[in-house]
């Protein structure tokens, strides 16, 4: 199992868990999840339910991994798998993303 904390805005909003099966959890941490004033990551992840659960990467992070020739760069240089999705996202959405979120493993 592999865990990343996931911000919004610098601010703790929740936790995505690679489980050992390869499925993956998001799930929005309780005082993020019952404040009102606090937005949804994502339109895909609405604070509707607290806690998500899918057999891929959720789209909304998988949109924040690089294609294609710089993909392959960036696995080749950093050692890991074209095709460990979360690997990639620990990796590259820690320091700086385009949006709001970054990525920070546990």
């Given at each position: 199992m592999r865990q990343a904390i996931v911000l919004f805005k610098d601010k703790e909003a929740g936790l995505l868990t690679q489980n050992d099966n390869g499925s993956y959890v998001f799930k929005y941490n309780d005082d993020w999840f019952v404040n009102k004033d606090k937005s949804s990551i994502s339109l895909t992840l609405p604070k509707l339910i607290q806690e998500y659960k899918s057999d891929n990467l959720f789209p909304f992070f998988?949109?924040?991994?690089?294609?294609?020739?710089?993909?392959?760069?960036?696995?080749?240089?950093?050692?890991?798998?074209?095709?460990?999705?979360?690997?990639?996202?620990?990796?590259?959405?820690?320091?700086?993303?385009?949006?709001?979120?970054?990525?920070?493993?546990?």
């Open positions: 998988y949109n924040m991994l690089p294609e294609g020739t710089n993909k392959l760069r960036l696995c080749k240089s950093m050692k890991i798998d074209v095709d460990d999705y979360f690997g990639l996202l620990i990796n590259i959405a820690k320091i700086d993303t385009i949006g709001a979120i970054r990525v920070i493993k546990i």
